[in-house]
């Protein structure tokens, strides 16, 4: 049985969707159970619209919410009785796996690294978002808060990355590129002239050498290493230009009646097109390297999103991800 | 009358549509001749198929190529030659006031600042690429060659971009942000943070504070100032959203019969709108703070581009922009 905590009181959609995505997830035929973490009464009046395992879905009373704008260190300390500091201390006290919050960016990262805790040897957890390609998805990793990475902690990003690319997301023998703004060997800032020769050289990862921002959507690496500063621009950046276009699209199809009607037409498979760009579809973010998972999920997450995220938990334990990881990061530092 | 050279063997449609651009905008009404560098013969072949005010087109034979590939260094010291070489050089001996290129990136930033060289004062000649919004267009400076840039730099980017964007662009008093990985002044890495109070204080722009990557698209600063690597990434991002996006969508409308009836319905409306995401509508990426003006052009330029940057130099040689940035770079020095 893996046992997952979701924020109820997180994120844009919430108490309706973690709700719902929980019921969903342990619909799923999957050995899981939910700890929904929120206020008692807004989750029972939630509860009470579906039909579920009872034993299957256990209430954690939080009274207090961490607001997105908060500052995340102040918020974790002060707010003891918050959703998020209540669901990350379930994962501290091994009562849960995992820790899934579609709730402030902020504190899940600083929360996920002061309560949680780090995989020893693990120097910077990473954010490690997935996002739809031309061929299916990558991961960009980091995307976190931690910026002004150093080069080992590159190397750290590209084997936690490979292992949860292959071994929760299916990929084999990923291939993992550095971010960069040119193909060739000499491009690049210092961080990746720096990190470069040591991913090359490092054996237990698939390194395809540089990938420029431009290649990403077209799916030419599995993984995606950076520094949290130029990742997190590359991953708004997406989201922007996918947000900006789907919406000059819309305009376009109800500017006259000939267009109205092509809409029709095109809709059943333009819908089916969009969809493949739509990043809530694949899954939340882990926050990878903690003794324990912690999962970021979009902020505008629907039930779909959180379900698939809680079943991401259970291929995370079931594979023995931190195990692996510990491994890995410790035989890198002999 | 400005002088404009023009690099007839860069970019992946030389050297047909740079000739085509040339001729283009000597017939606009503007008071422009155009030198072209290349090889005399292939200049010639292309001339004759238009008819055109012969005593406004020069040809300077130049008998090297650059490829993109080549580093740049070399290529500048090796290939006296070339199209790009000699270019420049027109520009150094003060017989150009601009030279326009399709051609190696790395070529044109290198060649830019040894052989045109930096205005006194210019810490760094950024490249300062425009990029089609939802309000209509915005500069991203620096996206060129000098990574790992200084608080000091970001500040001048800064100051060269608004008066870029005000006097050859024609944005009154444009807002300038900086790019960053949060809305609130704490956030960013090192750069950032250290170079924010330098921008709030400084009275020559209009600054409004950090701009996300997500927002860029959306057009809410007119100038985003960046280091260079964040500065590729976000662009490059953009670029390959773009063309990943419409190749979907040319796809789903060649699905079936229906879908192509669609297209054949929405054609006019839709090529509107996607003309609106193509940045080589607007002109190329002036690289600024040189001793003279050197324009890179998108590597697939049409005669558009080449002939919408070249009339871009008159605007940028009537308005004196190196006059006014040499007025505003040393007043901060004081």
């Known amino acids: 049985m893996v046992n997952v ?46 039909q579920y395992e009872k034993d299957r879905i256990k209430i954690v009373d939080a009274t207090e919410v961490i607001e997105t704008g908060e500052p995340p260190v102040m918020a974790i300390r002060k707010k003891k009785d918050s959703s998020i500091v209540k669901g990350l201390n379930l994962v501290k006290d091994g009562v849960c796996d995992a820790f899934v919050s579609a709730g402030s960016s902020g504190a899940i990262l600083v929360g996920g690294q002061v309560i949680v805790g780090r995989i020893k040897g693990v120097e910077r957890p990473p954010l490690a978002p997935v996002f739809p390609t031309d ?3 990558s991961l960009l990793i980091d995307c976190g808060a931690n910026v ?21 997301l299916g990929v084999r023998n990923p291939k993992v590129g550095i971010l960069n703004i040119g193909t060739e060997e000499e491009k690049g800032n210092m961080l990746v002239k720096e990190a470069y020769p040591l991913l ?15 290649e990403i959507p077209k799916g030419s690496a599995d993984v995606v290493v950076c520094e949290a500063f130029a990742g997190n621009v590359a991953l708004k950046m997406y989201e922007g230009v996918g947000s900006t276009m789907i919406g000059a699209l819309k305009e376009t199809f109800t500017t006259s009646f000939l267009t109205k009607l092509a809409y029709l037409l095109v809709k059943p498979t333009l819908k089916k097109t969009l969809k493949r760009f739509d990043a809530t579809e694949y899954g939340g973010a882990p926050l990878l390297g903690l003794k324990g998972l912690v999962v970021k999920t979009h902020g505008n997450a629907t039930h779909k999103e959180i379900s698939t995220s809680i079943i991401q938990c259970v291929t995370f334990k079931e594979q023995e991800i931190n195990k692996k990881i510990n491994e890995t990061i410790n035989m890198l530092d002999n």
């Open 5 to 50: 905590a979701v924020d109820v009181m997180g994120g844009d959609n919430a108490p309706v969707e973690p709700v719902k995505g929980a019921v969903k997830a342990i619909a799923s035929g999957n050995d899981i159970r939910v700890y929904l973490v929120g206020r008692k009464d807004v989750i029972e009046g939630e509860l009470n619209k579906y």
């Open 135 to 137: 061929n299916g998805i």
């Open 148 to 168: 002004d990475a150093r080069a080992s902690h590159l190397v750290q990003f590209a084997k936690m990355g490979s292992i949860y690319m292959e071994h929760v």
């Open 200 to 214: 090359k050289n490092c054996p237990d990862i698939n390194f395809i050498g540089s990938v420029e921002a431009r």
